[in-house]
T-cell receptor
Framework: GAVVSQHPSWVICKSGTSVKIECRSL??????MFWYRQFPKQSLMLMAT?????????EQGVEKDKFLINHASLTLSTLTVTSAHPEDSSFYIC?????????????FGPGTRLLVL | GESVGLHLPTLSVQEGDNSIINCAYS??????FIWYKQESGKGPQFIID?????DKRQGQRVTVLLNKTVKHLSLQIAATQPGDSAVYFC??????????FGAGTRLFVKA
């Protein structure tokens, strides 16, 4: 149980295009999901907290108009990188908290590698 | 700002030996800590957690120690195996389940 999937697993796009990444909790409901970005040989950096049915909460320095987050259901959050540029190339990872359990353990997705040419 | 950091960026151990990965944290108000394992190209995998009202917790081949006095965490892996090779992150929960990750330690297991 507690499986989180991401789609796509990798994507290559041209500079200036937008890319949507999906994060799904497959066997549990998640009112809260998180989006992280990880550059090579670095740690995970929290970008935003995605809350079902409300606006996402962004960390300082993360542009909310560039990284659009939608958490429209209890099992799906999407991250859209708008007008992507090469510096947005990174490994994007989501996590989800099981709403039906106490403790707040985060379950991580497998990540999405984005390469912007 | 608050941060969680690691003393050693890399650790190389012989197969069968025990591994110890260390972590220092700075937020004295944090009450929940987690160790994650991340293999190349994959998301973090939960290993073990510990709450601040404990100083030791054991799992299968892994033990986490918490020293609140000096704000220090360690992960001990017994009988390290090649499959343990990965990057290990300590993390602390701040309010609202937000997680702050440390810098990470890469563990190399030599056969």
């Amino acid at each position: 149980g507690a499986v989180v999937s991401q789609h796509p697993s990798w994507v290559i796009c041209k500079s200036g295009t937008s890319v949507k990444i999906e994060c799904r909790s497959l066997d549990f409901q998640a009112t809260t999901m998180f989006w992280y970005r990880q550059f090579p040989k670095q740690s995970l950096m929290l970008m935003a907290t995605s809350n079902e049915g409300s606006k996402a909460t962004y960390e300082q320095g993360v542009e909310k108009d560039k990284f659009l987050i939608n958490h429209a259901s209890l099992t799906l959050s999407t991250l859209t990188v708008t007008s992507a540029h090469p510096e947005d190339s990174s490994f994007y990872i989501c996590s989800a908290i099981n709403s039906g359990r106490t403790g707040g353990t985060q379950y991580f997705g497998p990540g999405t590698r984005l390469l912007v040419l | 700002g608050e941060s969680v950091g690691l003393h050693l960026p890399t650790l190389s151990v012989q197969e069968g030996d025990n591994s110890i990965i260390n972590c220092a944290y700075s937020n004295s108000a944090s009450d929940y800590f987690i160790w994650y394992k991340q293999e190349s190209g994959k998301g973090p995998q939960f290993i073990i957690d510990i709450r601040s009202n404990m100083d030791k917790r054991q799992g299968q081949r892994v033990t986490v120690l918490l020293n609140k006095t000096v704000k220090h965490l360690s992960l001990q892996i017994a009988a390290t195996q090649p499959g343990d090779s990965a990057v290990y992150f300590c993390a602390e929960y701040t309010g609202g389940f937000k997680t702050i990750f440390g810098a990470g330690t890469r563990l190399f297991v030599k056969a």
